[in-house]
């Protein structure tokens, strides 16, 4: 079960758009679309952003969208806020019913 | 209003056991399937367990099978995790998360979580 790759960290001005990956295999990411994404603050909980690759829970700003081409997810948020600033984290399920996150992004909202 | 909330962390030596609840309400126990995830300090978050509404389906990492047994009792609306063996790289803190679907089975979508409890593992 080794990790999912994101980068350690983006970075964007507020109002732009940024797109975090996510680089699995064909075991998990490119084998099933059940990737979820979400949003972890300090301190807090951490927050269903995406799931199913490409949807989005009630409440979630449609500012957040979730795709995947082959073993790679990908997040994009578009028209920064502040408010964005937090880690985010990817995660598939895996051919062994089992699960993996990524390693986590740090956005940095400028 | 969806609750979760873990208890039975603390700190204890490498080598010995300990058991988290998660005691749930506000929605009906017995029709989710139920997780355990674990952030150690200073680190990214990792998948620990689920299990599915029927108990039917359980999932391990490989970090910590063999050692971690996950399970539910629905009369007391409750998902327990209980830890032998325990080692230096299990202190995190332990959150439980509640499936955002209710079919069979279990997937990577958690809609609640709780706040999570302290697990130090020490000598």
């Known amino acids: 079960q080794s990790a999912l790759t994101q980068p350690a960290s983006v970075s964007g001005s507020p109002g732009q758009s940024i797109t975090i990956s996510c680089a699995g295999t064909s075991s998990d990411v490119g084998g099933y679309n059940y990737v979820s994404w979400y949003q972890h603050h300090p301190g807090k909980a951490p927050k269903l952003i995406i799931y199913e690759v490409n949807n989005r829970p009630s409440g979630v700003s449609n500012r957040f969208s979730g795709s995947k081409s082959g073993n790679t997810a990908s997040l994009t948020i578009s028209g920064l806020q502040p408010e964005d600033e937090a880690h985010y984290y990817c995660i598939s399920l895996t051919s062994h019913s089992t699960m993996v996150f990524g390693g986590g992004t740090k956005l940095t909202v400028l | 209003e969806v609750q979760l909330v873990e208890s039975g962390g603390g700190m204890v030596q490498p080598g010995r056991s300990l058991r988290l609840s998660c005691a749930a309400s506000?929605?009906?126990?017995?029709?989710?399937?139920m997780h355990w995830v674990r952030q150690a300090p200073g680190k990214g978050l990792e998948w620990v367990s689920s299990?599915?509404?029927?108990?039917?389906?359980?999932g391990y990492a490989d970090s910590v099978r063999g050692r971690f047994t996950i399970s539910r009792d629905s009369a007391k609306n409750s998902l327990f995790l209980q830890m032998n063996s325990l080692r230096d790289e299990d202190t995190a803190f332990y959150y439980c998360a509640k499936e955002r679907d209710d079919s069979n089975g279990f997937s990577p979508s958690f809609d609640y979580w709780g706040q999570g409890t302290l697990v130090t593992v020490s000598s």
């Open positions: 299990i599915s509404w029927s108990s039917d389906f359980i």
């Open positions: 506000g929605f009906i126990f017995d029709d989710y399937a």
